[in-house]
């Protein structure tokens, strides 16, 4: 009788979720499936505010220490911090919160350029909700990591991205000049409070690119740390 193939076991993984958003819990699991089980906590700013701007972001990045306590008594090595934007606008406070977490705390725009880095990708084309300076600091810190944006379109807005339509993801596709999307080697759609699990499979059919999300990432740096090589 033939053994039964050897199944890797799921990973355990913590993520911080900013306490408004409602796609994290709802994208994750649907794309790990029973690969990855994933122990949530929330992060509230103290200003109990959900715009993007400096006051939100901040106030995440202070209340990481205490959700972090919230999954202190389980067993897992690796945290997501699941805003992709206060990675990248606050990279400073960001590595403190990384060299005091006592785990491996791992950012959804680390998780990004992770997933670019193994894939050799180094020009992309930026899609995000974001407000325009918010969205032109995530193209300064691309470039910072090596990664050309070819091309950037943003709809410019500083809440409420739960409820942005897939249509209106798609139409940013048309703000970004064809040569810039020639030249992408990937789409990003960065941010993980906007819905964009179902969009991607067409997006990549029609564009001929692979398209990755925050929030998908965030499941390829989870699932990569289930092989032997993963840290």
């Not at 969205?135 to 070819?150: C, K, P, S, Y």
Request: with cysteine.
């Amino acid at each position: 009788m033939s053994a039964l193939p050897r199944v890797a076991a799921p990973v355990h993984a913590g993520v911080l979720v900013p306490w408004a958003n409602t796609v994290v819990e709802a994208e994750l699991h649907r794309t790990t499936g029973n690969s990855v089980i994933w122990h949530y906590a929330r992060l509230v700013p103290a200003s109990r505010t959900t715009g993007l701007d400096a006051r939100f972001l901040k106030g995440l990045l202070e209340a990481v220490p205490g959700a972090l306590a919230q999954l202190a008594s389980l067993p897992l090595r690796h945290v997501y911090l699941a805003c992709t934007s206060a990675a990248f606008v606050y990279p400073e406070t960001i590595e403190l919160a990384q060299r005091d977490a006592g785990v491996t705390l791992v950012s959804a725009f680390d998780a990004i350029t992770t997933v670019l880095s193994e894939r050799a990708v180094g020009r992309i084309a930026l899609l995000t909700p974001y407000p325009g300076e918010i969205a032109d600091a995530e193209v300064l810190m691309f470039q910072r990591n090596g990664i050309v944006v070819t091309g950037c379109a943003s709809l410019g807005i500083d809440d409420g991205y739960g409820t942005i339509a897939g249509d209106q993801v798609r139409d940013l596709i048309q703000k970004v000049s064809r040569a810039a999307m020639d030249e992408a080697e990937a789409i990003v759609l960065s941010c993980t409070g906007w819905p964009t699990f179902d969009l991607i499979p067409g997006m990549q059919q029609s564009l001929g690119k692979p398209v990755i999300s925050s929030n998908l990432a965030i499941c390829l740096d989870a699932q990569r740390r289930r092989r032997p090589d993963g840290t």
